[in-house]
């Protein structure tokens, strides 16, 4: 088929829609990370000048930023393996041919995906009050004395990133589920009769097959990892001591609580340029799956 | 042998359903309870006498009509305008032969790992420019379009047989008219899952409304709700009926549709 006038009329709202309210702020955003485009520049634009390199020269001698960076690393490569391989085992112990009410569990295990982060942000908070909260009553019995785990330095994050397994595990448990059910049964089957155990299917069949599913799920779950932000606002405003900023919340405060938005257009390029990278080393990671 | 597997499993089972549950639970419960009773130890379960005081309270003082129809509002907005955007291209790109499709669309696949963050200053700069700062127009302009949602229907649109947009186009229909009473039919399924994708998204989405809605009356829920959990810190009980009435909607929403909602993200996790 073709049809100029209709191809225009079609695509048109939403090409103009993602190039000048996506792209053209992509290409804005990279010329203002060379600006020192500040409050004074909010008034008037001429204010702001070019300064080369400077922000993110700036940018990696700033100990904050570094500290926002590991942070935000140390979230994403505890938080993210542990939340997949808790989808995983999920996922794997309700497709399990000995349960029944398949559909409860899921939906169980789903609902807190579809809550909205910031109330279950306010929720958690409480969970983990150090004096009236739930977890350090329940630990207080098998002997665990009361942490401050928000108050804490270092037990911020881990409380971070508990929240966040508990909040997200649900979503990758579907896609495993999907994964699941796209492997024949004849293999295990075979399998059995030629008397695998079920450890050994679970290692020579289900494994090998989920890996490619495996690999979406850790580029999914890497990306929206990076873009920490919400819990850390509600629950610790970054601290204690820092020890929960992560890169997008020095991102906002940098860009619309100091307005210095041409050092945050650069902190924003170098969360693209990891994101990137995370996602071209995982992309090759499963071409060379594919291969063997 | 069989059975004691079982029992481990169950109980397994159970218990991270439990684990998954409780802190829902515990937050309607808590919402219930009379000022101070959640501050306690051990930790009370249940209200030692029911309450709505602090319903009440979200809105009469608090301005909590507000934040639900501000949320609503947006959330319906954002849902419908780019149902209809979205389809439209997604149709054009599965059905459509023009020059440059193929590397338009791979252009706009490959957008997708640019992180929505580093449009937001630009972003904010254009509005403020407009005069769309603390506006609805503002939240609604960067969802009116989604790359995911162009590739969701492209994908979906692709399996309908040409020979049904022909034989429609022989009886004479012209291309709006296939587009409306042919195309948007057949992909009612994507549609729907489509459509509890954006309005769940938008109603959840925190970032974007915080830095776009400078003034209290255009707060949308989440946005709202943060600021009272960061002002009202002691006044437990108040902040979790607002977690309530912030979470409700979309769960009572999520309860209506949970197979078109779970099916959805399998087909869009199998489809990569």
């Known amino acids: 088929m073709d049809g100029k006038r209709a191809v225009i009329l079609f695509l048109g709202p939403a090409l103009a829609a993602i190039g000048v309210f996506f792209f053209l702020p992509v290409l804005a955003a990279f010329a203002l990370s060379f600006t020192d485009f500040d409050i004074y520049a909010l008034g008037n634009f001429e204010f702001a000048r070019f300064v080369g390199f400077k922000n993110y020269t700036q940018l990696l001698t700033d100990p904050l930023f570094w500290k926002a960076f590991r942070n935000t690393l140390e979230f994403l490569l505890i938080g993210g393996p542990l939340s997949i391989g808790v989808s995983l085992g999920a996922a794997l112990m309700i497709q399990s041919k000995l349960v029944r009410w398949k559909g409860f569990f899921r939906t169980a295990y789903f609902t807190p995906v579809v809550t909205t982060l910031v109330a279950v942000a306010v929720i958690w908070r409480f969970i983990y009050h150090p004096r009236f909260g739930l977890l350090n009553y329940l630990l207080s019995f098998v002997g665990i004395g009361a942490v401050d785990w928000l108050g804490d330095q270092h037990w911020a994050m881990p409380a971070i990133i508990l929240m966040a397994v508990w909040k997200n595990f649900g979503y990758n448990m579907v896609i495993f589920i999907a994964g699941l059910q796209n492997i024949p049964a004849e293999l295990y089957e075979a399998a059995s009769i030629d008397g695998a155990g079920r450890l050994q299917q679970l290692r020579t069949i289900t494994v090998p097959l989920l890996a490619p599913t495996t690999v979406y799920i850790s580029i999914l779950t890497m990306i929206g990892y990076f873009q920490l932000f919400s819990e850390p606002y509600v629950m610790t405003q970054g601290g204690p001591l820092n020890s929960t900023l992560s890169i997008v919340l020095l991102m906002y405060q940098q860009g619309f609580r100091w307005w210095n938005m041409g050092y945050s257009a650069a902190l924003a390029f170098v969360l693209f340029a990891f994101i990137l990278m995370g996602s071209l080393v995982q992309s090759r990671i499963q071409k060379r799956w594919e291969a063997s | 042998m069989k059975a004691p597997a079982t029992i481990l499993l169950y109980a397994l089972l159970s218990f991270v359903a439990l684990l998954t549950l409780a802190p829902l639970v515990w937050m309607v419960s808590a919402s219930l309870m009379p000022t101070g009773d959640a501050s306690a130890f051990p930790p009370p379960f249940l209200p030692s006498r029911v309450t709505f005081a602090h319903y009440a309270r979200l809105f009469t003082n608090l301005n909590l009509a507000r934040y639900l129809f501000n949320s609503a509002f947006l959330a319906v907005s954002v849902t419908a305008i780019s149902l209809v955007v979205n389809s439209m291209a997604g149709y054009a790109f ?179």
């Not at chain 2, 108040?238 to 979470?247: D, K, N, Q, R």
Request: net charge neutral; hydrophobic share 55%.
């Open chain 2, 94 to 272: 599965a059905k459509y032969r023009f020059r440059g499709r193929d590397p338009l669309f791979k252009l706009l696949i490959a957008s997708m790992v640019i992180p929505s963050q580093v449009t937001m200053l630009p972003l904010f700069l254009m509005l403020n420019k407009m005069g769309a700062v603390n506006s609805y127009i503002g939240v609604i302009i960067p969802g009116m379009a989604s790359v995911f949602g162009i590739f969701l229907i492209r994908q979906f649109a692709l399996s309908i047989p040409d020979s049904l947009i022909e034989a429609a186009r022989i009886d004479g229909a012209g291309d709006f008219r296939i587009y409306r009473s042919l195309i948007l039919p057949l992909c009612k399924p994507i549609l729907v899952t489509l459509a509890i994708f954006t309005f769940m998204g938008t109603w959840n989405d925190f970032l974007w409304p915080l830095i776009v809605m400078t003034d209290d009356s255009m707060y949308t829920l989440p946005v709202a709700l943060a600021n009272l959990s960061l002002e009202h810190v002691q006044d437990t009980e108040l902040m979790m009926a607002g977690s309530v009435m912030t979470i409700a909607p979309v769960l009572i929403l999520f309860a209506a549709v949970q197979r078109h909602y779970i099916s959805g993200i399998m087909a869009g996790g199998l489809k990569e």
